[in-house]
C-alpha cells in the first residue's frame, strides 16, 4: 500500500462533469482543464490519459499560471513562482496515481528535445471530485537520473519552512518519510512507472489554453 500524507489542497478541472458510479467521468485526451494547487497557484494542462490506474497530463510551454491573493505563509504572502507568467521551456508530462503522495513528471532539455530525466514530485495524493482533482505540492522532490542515480530537492529548507508556518514539524517529518521511502525503492533500483513515457512527443497542436474567469473560486 502506497503512503499518504494529509495536507490541504486543491486541483480544479475547468468545467462540470457528471457522475458515474458515484465518480466523476473520465476526461478525454486533449482537453484543457485547470491544475488548482491549494488556493494559491492554477494552471492549465492537457488531459493525456485518465483511465482508473492513472491520470496523466501534459503542461505545454507558455501554460498560463494564476496566483490569486491571500495571506499564504510565505515572505511576501504570494507563490514562490509568483510574478512568472506562464510555464517556460519543453512542456512537461506528469503522471499521477490513485493513493501515490507523488507524481512521476517528465522533462526534455535542448533543441532536439532531448529526454533529461525524472521528477518526483512529492504532493498529496491526488482526489477526484465533481469537477477534477484535488492536491498539494509538499515542496520536497527527488530528481532521478537516467543512469539511476538520484538526489533530493529542497530537503534543507524544510525547517525553515515550519519557521514561516508553512508546514508544522509533524507534516515535515511526514513528508521526508515519504521522500525516504521513495529513495530506498530507488536505491534497490526499482522503477515503478512506464519509462515508456519518456519517449512521448505532444499533439503538435496542443498548446497554451487561458485560465478562465472564476477559476480560483469553483
Not at 537520473?145 to 514561516?164: C, I
Request: with cysteine.
Amino acid at each position: 500500500m502506497e503512503a499518504t500524507v494529509t495536507v490541504c489542497g486543491t486541483v480544479l478541472f475547468l468545467g462540470l462533469r457528471s457522475t458515474l458510479g458515484g465518480r466523476p467521468m473520465a476526461w478525454t485526451p486533449g482537453e484543457a482543464v485547470v491544475l488548482r494547487e491549494g488556493p494559491w497557484l492554477g494552471a492549465t494542462v492537457i488531459v493525456v490519459r485518465d483511465e482508473p490506474d492513472a491520470l496523466v497530463t501534459y503542461t505545454p510551454e507558455g501554460a498560463p499560471f494564476g496566483f490569486p491573493p491571500g495571506p499564504w505563509p510565505t515572505p511576501d504572502g504570494r507563490h514562490p513562482w509568483y510574478g512568472r507568467s506562464g510555464w517556460k521551456g519543453h512542456g512537461m508530462l506528469a503522471v499521477q496515481r490513485p493513493g501515490q503522495a507523488h507524481a512521476v513528471c517528465h522533462f526534455w532539455w535542448g533543441e532536439e528535445r532531448r529526454f533529461a530525466g525524472w521528477y518526483l514530485n512529492l504532493q498529496k495524493p491526488f482526489v477526484r471530485t465533481s469537477i477534477g482533482f484535488d492536491t498539494q505540492d509538499l515542496e520536497l522532490d527527488i530528481w532521478v537520473r537516467l543512469d539511476g542515480s538520484w538526489s533530493f530537492k529542497d530537503r534543507e529548507l524544510m525547517p525553515q519552512r515550519v519557521v514561516e508556518g508553512r508546514w508544522t514539524e509533524e507534516e515535515v517529518a511526514e513528508i521526508c518519510a515519504e521522500g525516504d521511502r521513495l529513495g530506498a525503492r530507488l536505491d534497490r533500483g526499482e522503477r515503478w512507472w512506464d519509462e515508456a513515457w519518456a519517449s512521448w512527443s505532444p499533439d503538435p497542436g496542443w498548446g497554451p489554453t487561458p485560465l478562465p474567469e472564476g477559476w480560483e473560486k469553483t
